[in-house]
Each structure stands twice: as structure tokens, then as C-alpha cells.
């Protein structure tokens, strides 16, 4: 079974059970406001959840009958509705678990008339799903088209590279809901902080060779004085790994594959270290060592790769690196808020997830990337470009 339909089945199974409370909680909250209009609820509780299990429901069966599954070849219009639901059904979770547990605690705190306040928690619930569907809704709009830039300032002893610039980009992602003028969009986020270096952490592409061309066209319309510098994520390795190479190249990227660059740069020397670590090709550790060891007395040592496992976290902080720059999460793409704590799939691989770290003078930068896998939406994980500058 793709890895795709599994992990959609999976969700669909976990959010049903959100989905039994939040049914009883809804059908109590209408029969106890307005009864005449319990009928009416039950036809869109039905639609809604029609529509929310279409998409995975369809998908079981295609490829119960033979039929290969590709998330690329459904329809949006089945897509969206189980996308929205995940995020609205968890979302309104959250809110409802909160109201109830405040209602129990005012309820036994307080005298208060059983039926007034029965009236009002109804309510209360009702208005928190309108709510909470319209703010899912626009929410997930903003955040699956927006692009945020992240400034971060790197301190270095190293008069030669004050200003130095680099941005660091990940996770393309070029696919038919990647579209060409959204990564024209990005390729000029990335120009306008006129970077010296661009660097690429992996996944040009979403699924298939068809979108390689236009992703490396993409990346090669960046502007910066040293160029850009990539190596190969899961995706890249899944539709040929030699194809996004040899595309990359056509456009002068200069794709690193375990190996190591150096940059010369105003009397100053820059190393940068491409790994290639993703989840059917890992580097031994051995040759990690290696080229970490590797010395030509630099003054600011990088290390790219497209997952940022424990070894490589360990290995290059352990050696000194100045920085970890990695992508491969999209920033969890989707994350659920349950309570104070962010649910998303990233999750079950790291804890390091979006954002900057740093591990004594060692900055971790994790980029969220401009595409998708997996749900063709984002939801508190919008699209971003980091911009590293040296001072």
C-alpha cells in the first residue's frame, strides 16, 4: 500500500474518534437549543461526513481492486473536504473539550438554573463550530499560499565575511499544486535578499519526473554571487535521483553528494558539506567523519542535507560546524493545535521540526520549504525562506 493512502488511513482512523464526540456534542447542542431543527442537523452532519471520507474511502478501494493510487491523480474536489475536516474536526476538538470542562466546573461551582444554562452551553458549542469553521477555513487559505521570510544573524569572529548572506530554501516540491508562478513567487523572496549563497536542502520535485524541469528552471532563476548549492531529498531519489542531478545541472547548480566545497571569499575560506540522508540512502558513518574531518583552516564550516537525523544533528555539532542547515519536514505541513501543543506528522520523525536552534555556536536551521506531500494544504506552517546573515 503507497506510503500516501497508509498514512491518509491512518488519520481517518485516528479522527474518527474525535468525530463520535464531536457528533454527540453537536446533536445534544442542537436538540437542546432549537429541536425543531435536529432534522436539519442531522442532513449536514451527514453531507460533512460524506464528503470527509470520500477521499480516503475511494482511495481504499482503488487500490483494493488493483488500481494504482497516486494522491497527484485526484480530484482537488475530493481532497479539500478530507483536508479541511482533519484540521476543523481536530481544531473544534480542542474547543469543545475546553467548553465542557468549564461548563462542569461553573456547573459546580455556581447555582445556576438547569435549564438557562443548559440553553447556554448549547449555544455556546454551536457558535464555537461556526466559528471555528470559518477561522480553519481562512486560515488555511492564508497559510498554504503565504511565504514568510526568516531573518536570523549568525555571529562570527571573521571581519572578511561580515555580510556575508545565505539563504536557505527547501522542499520545492514541484508538482501541479506547486505551480510555476508560485515558485516564481519564491525564487523572488529569495533574490530580493540578495543572497552571496543560495543553498537547497533536498525534494525538487513531489512525485514522478514530470515536474523535474520546471523545478530546476525554477531553482535556477535564483540570483547570487556564489551560487546555488543543493543535494538530494526522498523525493528527488524516489522519481531518479540521476535525472534531478543532471536537471539541476543544466541550470549550474552544483548538487553536493557526500562531498565537500570550498568558497574563497574576500581573503576568507567557506566549507560546505553535502550529505545525502534520506530514508533509502544514509551515509556511512565513517565517511561522515571524513568529511567532517576534512581541513583547509575555514572560517565558517556548513553542513547541508535534506533530513537532519540524530547522527548527522550529533556529528556535525560534535566537529564544530558553524551550522546544520536541513529541511524534509515542510514545517509539519499541517499542524493541529491541541491546546498549547502542535499535532503533526513531522512529529513521529523528530522534534525538530521548523525554526532555528542552537546548540552552543552551532546554528540549526530547519526550512519549511515551499510545496507539499501528502495533503496539497498548509495549516500553521506556511511556506518560508531563510535568510542567514553573517555579523
Do not use: C
Not at 57 to 81: D, K, R, T
Not at 342 to 354: C, F, I, K, N
Amino acid at each position: 500500500m503507497p506510503w500516501t493512502l497508509q498514512m491518509t488511513l491512518l488519520l481517518t482512523l485516528l479522527i474518527s474518534m474525535v468525530l463520535i464526540y464531536i457528533g454527540i456534542r453537536l446533536r445534544w447542542s442542537v436538540r437542546s437549543s432549537n429541536p425543531r431543527h435536529t432534522r436539519l442537523f442531522y442532513g449536514i452532519y451527514l453531507s460533512a461526513m460524506t464528503a470527509f471520507l470520500i477521499y480516503p474511502v475511494m482511495g481504499y478501494i482503488q487500490h483494493s481492486l488493483g488500481y494504482e493510487f497516486s494522491w497527484e491523480s485526484v480530484s482537488p474536489l475530493l481532497m479539500y473536504p478530507f483536508w479541511y475536516g482533519l484540521v476543523f474536526w481536530g481544531v473544534l476538538f480542542s474547543w469543545f473539550l475546553a467548553a465542557d470542562l468549564l461548563a462542569l466546573i461553573f456547573w459546580l461551582g455556581f447555582k445556576v438554573d438547569p435549564p438557562q444554562f443548559k440553553t447556554m452551553h448549547a449555544n455556546l458549542l454551536l457558535g464555537l463550530a461556526g466559528v471555528v469553521a470559518l477561522y480553519v477555513g481562512a486560515r488555511m487559505v492564508w497559510d498554504t499560499h503565504r511565504i514568510e521570510t526568516e531573518e536570523i544573524i549568525y555571529n562570527l569572529d571573521d571581519p572578511n565575511l561580515k555580510g556575508f548572506t545565505i539563504v536557505h530554501i527547501s522542499d520545492l516540491q514541484a508538482d501541479r499544486y506547486t505551480s510555476r508562478a508560485k515558485m516564481e513567487r519564491y525564487m523572488n523572496k529569495i533574490n530580493a535578499a540578495e543572497p552571496d549563497m543560495v543553498i537547497f536542502t533536498g525534494d525538487l520535485i513531489t512525485e514522478g519526473p514530470d515536474y523535474i524541469i520546471a523545478g530546476a528552471e525554477a531553482i535556477g532563476r535564483t540570483e547570487s554571487e556564489y551560487g546555488v548549492y543543493a543535494v538530494i531529498g526522498d523525493h528527488d531519489y524516489w522519481a531518479g535521483e540521476e535525472n534531478v542531478v543532471e536537471e539541476l545541472e543544466n541550470q549550474d547548480v552544483i548538487v553536493l553528494q557526500d562531498e565537500n566545497q570550498w568558497i574563497e571569499h574576500n581573503g576568507s575560506t567557506i566549507k560546505l558539506t553535502g550529505v545525502t540522508e534520506i530514508y533509502n540512502q544514509k551515509i556511512d558513518p565513517t565517511k561522515l567523519q571524513n568529511l567532517l574531518n576534512e581541513d583547509r583552516e575555514e572560517s565558517l564550516s556548513i553542513l547541508m542535507t535534506h533530513q537532519a537525523t540524530d547522527k548527522i544533528i550529533h556529528s556535525t555539532h560534535d566537529s564544530g560546524y558553524h551550522q546544520l542547515l536541513a529541511g524534509h519536514t515542510h514545517g509539519g505541513q499541517i499542524k493541529v493545535p491541541f491546546f498549547f501543543y502542535h499535532l503533526s506528522g513531522a512529529r513521529r520523525d523528530t522534534p525538530y521540526v521548523q525554526g532555528t536552534w542552537w546548540m552552543n555556536n552551532m546554528l540549526f536551521n530547519i526550512n519549511s520549504g515551499l510545496g507539499f506531500t501528502l495533503a496539497p494544504v498548509r495549516y500553521n506552517a506556511p511556506a518560508n525562506v531563510s535568510v542567514i546573515t553573517i555579523r
